[in-house]
């Protein structure tokens, strides 16, 4: 059998939190994904109805990284930061069959 292979990609929403620790009491974080919006999202539904309309199925599902960095505004002897990795999201392999080596 042969195969076309497709790539496609869907963003994850973050809900921004304040946060309440160290020196970032005045910072706002992306620290929860937005669950019910990204599996409930027209938009998501519309992304997956397209691609098995034209007969493709999901071979594979892989997370997007990016890192979030905060400094403080404090200034000391030393400046602080935090950093940390947030699923920007997801990658779908598509694959469908589109002949034989018949």
């Given at each position: 059998m042969r195969y076309e292979h497709k790539t496609s990609y869907l963003r994850v929403s973050y809900v921004v939190q304040e946060t309440g620790f160290l020196?970032?009491?005045?910072?706002?974080?992306?620290?929860?994904?937005d669950v019910e919006l990204f599996l409930?999202?027209?938009?998501?539904?519309?992304?997956f109805r397209k691609?098995?309309?034209e007969g493709y199925g999901i071979v594979s599902v892989q997370?997007?990284?990016?890192a979030?960095?905060?400094q403080s505004k404090e200034h000391g002897p030393q400046p602080h930061g935090i950093a940390y990795p947030l699923t920007a999201g997801?990658?779908?392999?598509?694959?469908?069959?589109i002949g034989s080596d018949e």
């Open positions: 020196w970032f009491k005045d910072k706002t974080l992306p620290l929860e994904p409930n999202s027209e938009a998501a539904q519309k992304h691609y098995e309309a997370p997007l990284l990016k979030v960095v905060q997801f990658v779908f392999f598509w694959q469908r069959i």
